[in-house]
């Protein structure tokens, strides 16, 4: 736990980076510059309203308009949703972060990589102006919407073939983040688990039946 006493004056960026087991901050009340308003697990700036430094467990308050860079702690193995009063993101600001959810329809000023390995949810109506805003572009194999993302579907195993592809299709296949399964699957699908779908991180196999390739 780290605690922020009230003569706080200077707190710098990449504090806690490789804090990957940090959850709770806490400011003291009586702190002039800085707080953790909404119990939020992480250091706001009053005066910019900018979050500086967080936990594996924070939540960003809506009253936050900007983030830091290394805002939030390495290989924390987290999702974050951001809210549409942010603004702008500093540099490697979410580098430990799997999902990340926006919830604006205008793109945030981002400088550099921002982020880690993981998917970059949008709002449905705003994926194709994320997917072609500045710098946003450079990230467009990870830009996701949640019909895309999110997939649930039947397949039945034929040899030399992969079903899980002819299902999803080559377009999206890459960009699916959590996938459901019914029915049969061979070594072609998990060929395809493995080397087409670089987002994956929920595979739910539970009823589904792997069935042996002759080959």
Same mark, same amino acid.
């Given at each position: 736990d780290i605690t922020v006493g009230k003569m706080a004056s200077g707190i710098y960026s990449s504090v806690f980076y490789n804090c990957k087991d940090l959850?709770? @901050?806490?400011v003291d009340k009586e702190c002039l510059l800085y707080d953790d308003r909404d119990n939020c697990n992480a250091i @706001?700036? #009053?005066? =910019?309203?900018?979050?500086?430094?967080? /936990?594996?467990k924070a939540v960003i308050p809506k009253s936050v308009t900007s983030i =830091?860079?290394?805002?939030f702690p390495a290989h924390?193995?987290?999702d974050l949703t951001v809210p549409e009063s942010v603004k702008s993101i500093d540099t490697y600001a979410f580098n430990g972060v799997n999902r990340l959810y926006f919830e604006s329809e205008t793109p945030a000023a981002i400088n550099g990589n921002i982020f880690g390995w993981g998917a970059i949810y949008v709002p449905v /109506?705003?994926? $194709?102006?994320?997917?072609? *805003?500045? +710098?946003?572009?450079?990230?467009?194999? !990870?830009?996701?919407?949640?019909? @895309?993302?999110?997939? =649930?579907? $039947? +397949?039945?195993?034929?040899e030399g073939m992969s079903g899980i592809l002819d299902a999803i299709g080559l377009n999206e296949i890459d960009k699916v983040v959590k996938l459901k399964v019914k029915g049969e699957i061979n070594s072609y699908d998990i060929i395809v688990? !493995?080397? #087409?779908?670089? %987002?994956?991180?929920?595979?739910? %196999? /539970?009823? *589904?039946?792997?069935i042996a390739s002759s080959k």
């Open positions: 959850t709770n @901050i806490t @706001i700036e #009053k005066a =910019s309203n900018k979050l500086l430094l967080a /936990s594996k =830091s860079g290394n805002a924390a193995d987290m /109506s705003a994926y $194709e102006t994320y997917c072609n *805003a500045n +710098v946003w572009s450079n990230y467009k194999n !990870r830009i996701v919407t949640t019909e @895309i993302a999110e997939k =649930s579907v $039947e +397949v039945y195993s034929t688990f !493995r080397d #087409k779908m670089p %987002l994956l991180n929920d595979l739910d %196999l /539970s009823e *589904a039946t792997v």
